[in-house]
């Protein structure tokens, strides 16, 4: 459980931290909360020999409104989005989101930006950007660039951030009014991670759903949205039973996999029963 040897550097800017990669080439690997990085080097199965730590770096924190948007600097931990008053105000999907990765500890150290950038496939915040249609700002030595959330996510551990790339911010359009919205997950009891977590944004008119947007985590190798569910609830009544059928279609061609936790015809039982659960949440809500 000891890394092999490394040399740490700190950046002061995106600038810097862009230039120490470049120069480092596949040799370096950036830091930010270290929760996932670090038990990787640990068990040796990433071994960069240059840690670039963007702790010092200012331009990448705090949340701010700007617009219709919240923007959230890569390296806001998952305890400042968790209770930040703006996030919880305008993307509250977010916030709840935040709130329920692992636990005091991890949500202390852990930054958004690192779990986007490490993707793995049973973090909570990939089904929340995803149906909050987030855009990821980055910044690499042919400038800045922004990728939406629907490309972010590429394969397993694998996103569309070049290597010489920082992501820097988050740029996620602030909920509407009156649209309901929840994140329920199935925690591992252990290390809090989601054998899998569901994300749902509800639009009601009249008792009519308008729109819905659901997307998963935990089941397979990257988050997605389930649009076969999304399109069977439009225009259908916001009540139990649509919900209840529209929710038998989250495991249709679902790329579910085994692992050591559970099998993956558990795993597309768990999606028809937490789409349902999600989507009569997010409803709740839509009516307070
Ligand atoms: C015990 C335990 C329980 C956990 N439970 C959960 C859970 O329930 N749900 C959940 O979602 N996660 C969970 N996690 C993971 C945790 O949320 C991590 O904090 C997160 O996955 C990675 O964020 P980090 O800031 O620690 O990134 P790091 O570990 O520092 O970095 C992760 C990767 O991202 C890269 N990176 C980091 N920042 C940037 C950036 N700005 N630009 C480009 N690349 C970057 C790094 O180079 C590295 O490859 C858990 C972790 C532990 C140890």
Known sequence: MIPATFEYVRAKSVREAVSLLQQHGGR????????????????????PEVLIDLGPVEELRGVREEGSSVVIGA?????????????RER??????????????????????????????????????????DAQMECE??????????SQWFVDMLTTALRP???LCRVRVPAQ??????SYTKLPHPASGYSLLGVACLLSVDGGTVR??????????????RLP??????????????????????????????????????YKRHLAAVYTKRGLLRALERVRQ
């Open 211 to 224: 729109e819905a947007r659901v997307a998963i985590t935990g089941v397979g190798p990257k988050a997605l």
């Open 140 to 149: 690499g030595p042919a400038g800045a660039r922004t990728v939406p959330v």
């Open 228 to 265: 076969k569910v999304e399109q069977a609830l439009a225009g259908k009544p916001a009540d139990e039973a649509s919900f209840a059928e529209a929710a038998k279609l989250a495991s249709d061609g679902l790329d579910a996999t085994d692992d050591l936790y559970a099998s993956a015809e």
């Open 28 to 47: 370096a690997k950036l830091l930010a909360g270290g929760h996932s990085l670090l038990p990787l080097m640990k068990l040796r199965l990433s071994q």
């Open 176 to 181: 509407t009014r009156g649209q309901g919205w």
């Open 164 to 166: 010489d790339e920082v």
């Open 91 to 132: 993307v509250p999907l977010l916030a709840e989101c935040a709130a329920q990765i692992g636990d005091v500890q991890v949500r202390n150290r852990g930054t958004l930006g690192g779990s986007l950038a490490h993707a793995d496939p049973a973090a909570d915040y990939p089904a929340a950007v995803l149906v909050l």
């Open 75 to 87: 390296m806001t931990t998952h305890d400042e989005l968790a209770s930040s008053p703006l996030v």
